[in-house]
């Protein structure tokens, strides 16, 4: 059984597109987290909700959205996209809002052409 | 500022050799600090955390306040052991990584 599961695991697209990576996780966690590492494998937090209430923004450009629509669901949602957002996304899960013991995903590899 | 240092991207040993991967932190509270591995073709996971002073896998970690680091160690490096692996920082209710270190363990 996937604990965390990303869609799509790739995501080659061009400049200037619009397009949503979704997570899903089954855990029974109460909050979630999207991450993003760079081509350094740099890992850096983005957003994260807790029972679908936003509680982690760093500083992301708002081209970046996530939605919550329950908080078993966390997906991110990216506009117009730019050549540096290439980079792998990982989202994770934790029972609650203590961040350490979280589960994290397989990744979504996107590309930007 | 918190932040977490790797300084080693690569560490590369023999099979059987001692492994240290370094990690230093920069935190003004009372740290809490975690490795993190993700091996090929797996998940991100946690390895250990310093709070419960146990070894995982031969891996164990020790807290050094004064040095601010929390280097993994292994006496006895195995092939499975080639990974890439995180120190994080706990910060309020995120966690802040290191750039990570790959272990490649040579037969």
């Known amino acids: 059984d996937t604990a965390v599961s990303q869609t799509p695991k790739y995501l080659v697209t061009q400049m200037g597109n619009d397009k949503s990576i979704k997570c899903e996780q089954n855990l029974g966690h109460d909050t979630m987290y999207w991450y993003k590492q760079d081509s350094k494998k740099f890992l850096k937090i983005m957003f994260s909700?807790?029972?679908?209430?936003?509680?982690i923004n760093e500083t992301v450009p708002n081209r970046f959205s996530p939605k919550s629509p329950d908080k078993a669901h966390l997906n991110l949602h990216i506009n117009s996209l730019e050549l540096g957002d290439s980079a792998v996304y990982f989202c994770a899960s934790s029972p609650g809002l203590d961040p350490y013991e979280q589960y994290f995903g397989p990744g979504t590899r996107l590309t930007v052409t | 500022a918190q932040r977490v240092t790797q300084p080693e991207k690569l560490l590369s040993v023999f099979k059987g050799a001692p492994v240290e991967l370094k990690c230093n932190y920069s935190?003004?509270?009372?740290?809490?600090l975690f490795w993190y591995v993700q091996y090929s073709r797996q998940r991100l996971q946690l390895l250990l955390r310093?709070?419960s002073r146990e070894s995982i896998k031969g891996f164990t970690a020790d807290l050094n306040k004064g040095e601010t680091s929390f280097h993994l160690k292994k006496p006895f490096a195995q092939e499975e052991d080639s990974a890439m692996y995180y120190c994080?920082?706990?910060?309020?209710?995120?966690?802040?990584f290191g750039a990570g270190t790959i272990l490649r363990v040579k037969s």
């Open positions: 994080a920082l706990k910060y309020g209710n995120k966690l802040v």
């Open positions: 909700y807790n029972n679908k209430e936003l509680i």
């Open positions: 310093h709070i």
């Open positions: 935190y003004s509270g009372s740290p809490e």
